[in-house]
């Protein structure tokens, strides 16, 4: 019994911890230049301690959880040309970036 209580405690113990180090949220959509979602966008912002990393929905939606801090968000995909949107990020802060257009690479002429 004790040792059940004991990893009870634990338990709330790590889940609190992990929510204090979460800072809030970001989301977004990706476009093409035709104004239509782009799935499958890698999503990815990079800090001291981790990479955080998603991919766009079938309807270019994303979002992440991040710490608080200033952040890169770097957005690619095969076929376009990267983009970078540079965000600040506070406690329990959710914040909508605008809608990011991915810009197809033009097609070399041989």
């Not at 405690?9 to 782009?38: E, M, P, R």
């Not at 912002?45 to 994303?62: A, I, N, Q, R």
């Not at 376009?80 to 802060?93: P, R």
């Amino acid at each position: 019994m004790k040792k059940l209580i004991v990893l009870m405690v634990l338990s709330l113990f790590v889940c609190g911890v992990a929510k204090t180090t979460i800072a809030g949220d970001i989301y977004g959509y990706v476009h093409d230049t035709n104004g239509k979602g782009l799935p499958g966008v890698q999503i990815s912002s990079k800090d001291d301690y981790k990479v955080c990393s998603e991919k766009t929905s079938g309807s270019g939606s994303y979002y992440l959880s991040l710490s608080v801090g200033s952040y890169t968000i770097k957005y690619e995909k095969e076929g376009y040309q990267t983009q970078n949107s540079d965000i600040n990020l506070l406690k329990n802060e959710r914040k909508s970036i605008e809608i990011v257009v991915m810009v197809a690479n033009p097609i070399p002429i041989n």
